[in-house]
T-cell receptor
Framework: KQEVTQIPAALSVPEGENLVLNCSFT??????LQWFRQDPGKGLTSLLL?????REQTSGRLNASLDKSSGRSTLYIAASQPGDSATYLC?????????????FGKGTKLSVKP | NAGVTQTPKFRILKIGQSMTLQCTQD?????MYWYRQDPGMGLKLIYY???????DKGEVPNGYNVSRSTTEDFPLRLELAAPSQTSVYFC???????????FGPGTRLTVT
């Protein structure tokens, strides 16, 4: 059974720092890996999707990498800003019986201090 | 395109009441999903559908029912609400490769 783990559970950094969020998964048979942002009381905003054949994706100050063989992904945020404060969720779409449904980690709650 | 829409946004139910959470997508996606998110947790799959007339259970289906009569709509039915069903419910849909899922804004449900 696929399991997704995100470390750390919470992170507080001063504004301007570069930071890395970690995601690991137990089964490498995946279609893709997605990173989402969730603001308090709000829905999910898709940040980046990495297909299983890709190694990384970039969008603005965000860079996500994927190492399928080791079951790891990282989300790199450059020059963090207070507006980046949110919970970041990692999810994998695996080959399991539920037709590519997403298996989610519990998230990393990021706080960027001015 | 509106994407994935959900109604209502908020609802308070009494124990034993029933309700239907509505989900509609206008992207002509075959695959649709219902997830629930409990506080401090990731999302868990309740039910999914691979097309009109075809549905199947996910990880946490007990207490819920679904139907899929059209490509666009995928309602989730709670028959006898229980406090354990207090959660935020998200509907999602996807097309083929790269299998990216698109989420609705969610429904916050409280059962008291």
């Amino acid at each position: 059974k696929q399991e997704v783990t995100q470390i750390p559970a919470a992170l507080s950094v001063p504004e301007g720092e570069n930071l890395v969020l970690n995601c690991s998964f137990t089964d490498s048979a995946i279609y893709n890996l997605q990173w989402f942002r969730q603001d308090p009381g709000k829905g999910l905003t898709s940040l980046l999707l990495i297909q299983s054949s890709q190694r990384e994706q970039t969008s603005g100050r965000l860079n996500a990498s994927l190492d399928k063989s080791s079951g790891r992904s990282t989300l790199y945020i450059a020059a963090s800003q207070p507006g980046d404060s949110a919970t970041y969720l990692c999810a994998v779409a695996d080959y399991g019986g539920s037709q590519g449904n997403l298996i989610f980690g519990k998230g990393t709650k990021l706080s960027v201090k001015p | 395109n509106a994407g994935v829409t959900q109604t209502p946004k908020f609802r308070i139910l009494k124990i034993g009441q029933s309700m239907t959470l509505q989900c509609t997508q206008d992207m002509n996606h075959n695959y649709m999903y219902w997830y629930r998110q409990d506080p401090g947790m990731g999302l868990k799959l309740i039910y999914y559908s691979v097309g009109a007339g075809i549905t199947d259970k996910g990880e946490v289906p007990n207490g819920y029912n679904v139907s899929r009569s059209t490509t666009e709509d995928f309602p989730l039915r709670l028959e006898l609400a229980a406090p354990s069903q207090t959660s935020v419910y998200f509907c999602a849909s996807r097309d083929g490769i790269p299998y990216e899922q698109y989420f609705g804004p969610g429904t916050r449900l409280t059962v008291t």
